[in-house]
């Protein structure tokens, strides 16, 4: 019987790359290692000869992307005897905060949107036991008072503007590179807070540079219209999405962004809401993967950039799906239009809707 060592988690993994030390007591909820699956269905639809690949990071342990750069930032945390984290936000790095917190035994608070957080996010924060602080404003609002408090309390930050975050988050280009055999050539994400598509060009460039590989992607990245202040090129007063998680008007990785943007050669570009729930809907009933609706933009991006030719035939595509569907079920139910057919539990009515259904 083949045997091969437990994974346990990504630090473990990429030791040699991360800062950590080898007596660092690490947390870790075994998060990364997340499939990439080949889009069969959606590719063939349309009709032209491109690789898309979708990275889906809604299989962490929390259910988004947000776990990989939080076992980094509380293991910092840890290391430094934080006895408390902060952080703002859209619901997916509460959700993770709070589950990696209660590992480690310290107290996180998180500051909420009042009423703009989807309802599993909010589910995972109250059960990991997260002081849950809604605030009468946005995540904007809400990552301003994250930092007043900071300076003035002796509590961590574990929103992206920790450095630790980008670190572990990195981690999802070298394991997409590992599994390819190289770079791919575009690489499709939402943006929002924008400290994704700066932790994915550090990892691209970290394998470029050390020469495990000798390409980088262009990275394309999309936001919501009503939330998109980088297609605007300024920072957005009142952000509106049904794209819950990237409705951010004053990202903090600004720079960072436009960096990743400008060095690879990518670009930004947006969808409105009725665009992103068709692209996820698009995705679960094609492809059999369900994502939340922030995620679904990427889906959206490749679509509209292949059949524009700006993504040429013969390209390898990846597309990271950040977060999982199961966060947002409202969102989800309230967009399908067949609704489960009700009937008395007797024989005959089930097999009449089975003979109306066969298509
Ligand atoms: C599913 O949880 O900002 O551009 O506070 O949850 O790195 O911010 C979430 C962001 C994309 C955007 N997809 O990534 C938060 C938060 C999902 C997300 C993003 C988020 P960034």
């Known amino acids: 019987m083949p045997f091969r060592p437990r994974y346990t988690g990504l630090i473990d993994k990429y030791r040699d790359r991360l ?26 639809q349309l009709d032209k000869e491109v690789d898309i690949y979708v990275k ?22 840890i290391d430094a005897n934080s006895k408390a984290v902060i952080c703002a936000s859209t619901g997916n790095t509460s959700a993770s905060a709070a589950a990696y917190s209660a590992r480690a035994g310290i107290i996180p608070f998180v500051l909420i949107p009042d009423g703009k957080i989807a309802l599993g996010k909010l589910a995972q924060a109250m059960m990991h036991g997260a ?45 997409i590179i590992e599994e390819l055999g190289k770079a791919p050539d575009y690489h499709c994400l939402p943006l929002g807070n924008a400290g994704n598509i700066s932790a994915y060009w550090m990892g691209y460039n970290e394998y470029f540079q050390t020469g495990i590989v000798n390409q980088r992607p262009k990275m394309c990245a999309y936001q919501a219209s009503g939330a998109a202040p980088f297609l605007r090129g300024h920072p957005v007063e009142n952000p509106e999405t049904v794209a819950t998680a990237i409705r951010i008007g004053n990202p903090q990785s600004w720079d960072k962004a436009w960096a990743a943007q400008k060095e690879s050669g990518g670009w ?38 292949v059949k524009s030719g700006k993504i040429p035939e013969g390209s390898v595509v990846t597309c990271t799906l950040t977060g999982h569907g199961l ?17 008395k539990a007797e024989l005959a009515e089930v097999k009449n809707a089975i003979l109306q259904n066969m298509g």
């Open 19 to 44: 800062p950590v030390h080898d007596d660092t007591r690490i947390i870790s909820l075994g998060e990364g290692n997340t499939p990439l699956i080949r889009l069969n269905n959606i590719s063939r």
């Open 56 to 77: 889906y990071e809604g299989l962490n342990p929390t259910g988004s992307f947000k776990d990989r750069g939080m076992t980094m930032a509380i293991t910092k945390a």
């Open 131 to 175: 002081v849950v602080i809604q605030i009468q404003g946005n995540f904007d609002d809400g990552m301003r008072l994250v930092k007043e408090v900071a300076e003035q309390a002796p509590i961590t930050i574990v929103n992206s503007i920790n450095p630790y975050r980008l670190q572990g988050q990195k981690t999802a280009a070298f394991e």
């Open 268 to 305: 930004f570009d947006e969808f409105d809401d009725q665009d992103i729930l068709a692209a996820q809907k698009l995705l679960a009933e094609k492809e059999g993967i369900f994502c939340e609706p922030a995620s679904a933009i990427s889906i959206a991006g490749v679509m509209r950039d």
């Open 327 to 343: 966060k947002d079920p409202d969102t989800a139910i309230q967009q399908c239009t067949v609704q489960p057919i009700k009937i």
